[in-house]
Every structure is written in C-alpha cells, then in structure tokens.
C-alpha cells in the first residue's frame, strides 16, 4: 500500500477546550489548585479576545507544569480537546498504519506553536516511528495577504515533494482558519493530487473530499498579474475603469476600507498600504501559475 503524508492545518482548539476543562472542578482532583490557577490565567491571555496579551502568553510556552497539564488533558480525550485530533480518528484508530508523516502548519504566533507543540507531542507519542514536522507560517493570522502567501509556498513545496516520492497526500482542514484553509487547498491540487478531510458537524464524522485535477489559465493570471503591477504604481485610479474590470473585486474592498483614498470625481489615490497589498498579490497569483 501507498504511504501517506497529512498535512495538518493547526488551530488553537487544543487552548480554548483546555481553558473550559480548567473550569471543571474535577479536574481539581487530580491536579494541584495553585497550578491550576496559573494555567487557567495563561490560558485566558492566549484565548480570551478580550484579555489577549501575546508576551504572557508566550511565556505558558516556558511552564513546564502548564504544558504537562496541556498534554495530559488531550491525552485522556483527545477528540473534545483537539479538532485536529477529532477529524484524524480514522487515521489514530489504525495506530497510523501506512501514515509516513505528518507536516504541522502553525502561526507564528505563541497560542499557535504552542498548539502545534502538545499536537506533535500526542502524534509522536501515539504513532511511534512516524516523522511529525512543524511549520511555522511567520505572518499567518497576523497579516491576512503575506501570511497566507508564506502558508501556500510552504505547502505547494510540500506538496510537489511528497508527490515526487511517490506518496499520497491528504489535507487535514478542519483547524486553523477557515479562509486560507481552503485556499491551500485549491493550491496544493495544482502541484499534486490532494484529498481534504473534515469534520462534518452536522453529520459527527469526518468526512472526504476527492482529489480535483485543477491547472491554471496561465494567460489569465499573466493580464491578472500585469493590471495589478501597474496599478499598484499608480498614484491615483478611477474604480470605473474598464482596464481595470479584473480586479474590481479587490479595488472596491479596498476602497470600501479607506485604502484607496476618494478623491472625488471618481478617482482615488492609491496609499502605501493598498499599494503593498497588491504586490503581495502579484506574488500570490505569481507562486500559483509558477511551477516548483
């Protein structure tokens, strides 16, 4: 049989289910209060909108006794504690069998290396001599157009490799975030045969989604590539411009969030930051139709 890759999109479920199971007073019983206590106010900077405070948060990553009671927590139910680990039953009930590795994309952020850490913990711990690596996507869920450029390089490289040996590649989509979740996906099928699994809430099962031969309209993506290159060194643009009609979708965002500033008339001036966002979609569109 063919051995498989997954790649696993993480999120930060492992977090936010650990901070209401440190709610429950059983979990006192086995667990001394003080650190109890401590975690639950880690927790909350890492989770809570609220009281976020990324530097506290990153120093859960440095407490030991914390990062135990993490683990020991996803250890006992890893399906109500993990949404990676929940939509994987079908690959953890045969103990791995026929899995060659697991590739972890994480944010940069503390909550999602963190995450990603107790996951590669449970995985090497639970499917012995199976390779887990761990990618960190820097600007992942911190600036939406460069992070998920950086998520797609790393997984269209990934994906093209994994396929050069011969190997079967599978998605596992259920975490992170919605948005770049699915767009890696469409990339991933334009350098191999992919299949994406998901947890299904409505139906309680993890169900497939098949692999799509997918190819770019590389003639397309080139006019794409080139209306956006010249508008981005434009000092000023008219909305109405019918050069410009492939990429209304995003002028009018952007006008919609101030970026393009209203002249009036009709025109626009292009700021510094609408001018780099769509550079970074040059890039985008540019990694898509590239081969790697």
Not at 6 to 13: A, D, E, F, N
Not at 245 to 267: D, N, V
Request: with cysteine.
């Amino acid at each position: 049989m063919t051995t498989q890759v997954h790649l696993v999109v993480v999120g930060t479920s492992i977090l936010r289910n650990a901070l209401l199971q440190l709610g429950n007073r059983n979990i006192l019983e086995e667990y001394s209060r003080e650190v109890v206590d401590k975690c639950r106010d880690y927790l909350r900077y890492c989770t809570d909108p609220s009281r976020y405070d990324r530097d506290k948060c990153r120093e859960l990553s440095r407490e030991k006794d914390c990062l135990d009671l993490l683990f020991s927590l996803v250890d006992n139910n890893p399906n109500t504690m993990s949404a990676e680990l929940n939509t994987m039953d079908w690959v953890l009930s045969s103990n791995c069998s026929s899995v060659d590795k697991f590739i972890l994309y994480t944010s940069g952020t503390p909550e999602g290396q963190i995450s990603a850490d107790i996951l590669r913990r449970y995985l090497v711990e639970k499917c012995s001599s199976i390779e887990v690596d761990t990618r960190i996507v820097e600007h992942l869920g911190r600036e939406f157009w460069r992070g998920l450029l950086e998520l797609v390089k790393l997984v269209r490289e990934d994906t093209t490799e994994i396929n050069r040996l011969g190997k079967l590649v599978y998605l596992n989509a259920t975490g992170g975030f919605k948005p770049e979740s699915g767009f890696i996906l469409i990339a991933a099928m334009l350098s191999a045969p992919v299949a994406a699994y998901y947890r299904h809430e409505a139906m309680k099962q993890t169900v497939m989604l098949p692999p799509i031969p997918i190819t770019i309209d590389k003639g397309r993506f080139r006019v794409l590539e080139s209306i956006l290159e010249v508008s981005a060194r434009k000092d000023k643009i008219r909305l109405d411009d019918p050069q410009l009609a492939e990429i209304q979708w995003i002028l009018s965002y952007l006008s919609s969030i101030e970026l393009l500033e209203h002249l009036g008339s009709g025109y626009y001036r292009v700021t510094e930051k609408a001018r780099e966002l769509l550079k970074q979609l040059v890039e985008l569109y540019r990694e898509l139709y590239t081969e790697v």
